[in-house]
């Protein structure tokens, strides 16, 4: 039988055995050859150690090269230099500068897709509010406080122009100790505006020959088997809501990563300008903002040391301010 006539006979496929069911979070089953190569494996590395250990139990303490002149040693490790030469100042603007225009190129990509995403959100009518012919359950679909300043982000809504307003207090001075219990007292005995308004209300309501509005009170519905063209209206009712969920969410992960490579593209363009000439004054550095009360605020010494660890959710930019100087 010639050998070609032999190789085409079907022949049966070698099947290596396999994990058992009952064992197989412990993964595959490891073969001779595997159990070969990870004894081959670790008698390298322990031989490595061997050979290191005894390197270091026979050197000489008192050996001395000329060439340790120029080496370095950090915490008694010697450092040695890669041999890595620093590029030229111009090449390196270069490249920040082919970096801030891949960022603007990135940034600008970004905000066609916010642009899509704002438009798709102005198309929908029941946006802030659910249309009326909805019934009771529309008011859980409402938008969120986190929602909402995503809008005011976009631009899709105006901002809150309702500003805080601080408690005045009135701080009264007197003489000695009597006049200002004297003062407790009496301001203790006087009524609050509050109260004497509650005093002044009458108890008993007038008559006037209006009736009077029916309040409904909400009663918990129980879950009834419905219908199926019943859920089937549900479900396309709650279509809109879920889409304008995934909108906004996707708004607000889009306006993030648009404020970063903004704050990316802004870092680019100071180093460029750090690395120019021209005498400059550090205004702020990069910082987490967190609120502090009025008194740290106030006090000098805890100025100093008020620098926190930056944060990527409340990351601002360096500050730098340059010398005026006159252009030719």
Known sequence: MTSSLRNSIHRRNHKERSQLAHRSKL???????DYVKRARDYHSKQDRLTRLRQKASERNKDEFYFSMNKEKTRGGVHIKERGNVALPTDMVKV??????NYVRTARAAGLKKIDKIKGQLTAMVDLLKPSPDQDDTAADDELDAVELDTLRDAGLIQPSTSKRKKSTKHIVFVDNEADARKLLSSEKQQPSPSTSKVVSEPSTRIDLGW???A?????????QPQPADAQASKDE????TSARKKLLLEL????????????????FEMQRLMMGKGARQKIQGTEKVEEANSDEEDDPRSRKGGRKVVDEQAYKPRVYKWRRERKR
């Open 27 to 33: 993964g595959f089953l490891e073969k001779h050859k």
């Open 237 to 240: 009712a709650d279509e809109p």
């Open 252 to 267: 607000r992960a889009r306006l993030h990563r648009d404020k970063m490579l903004r704050y990316t593209q802004r870092e």
């Open 95 to 100: 490249l920040k500068t082919q970096d801030e």
């Open 211 to 213: 009736k009077a509005p």
């Open 215 to 223: 309040v409904k009170l909400k009663k918990r519905r129980h879950s």
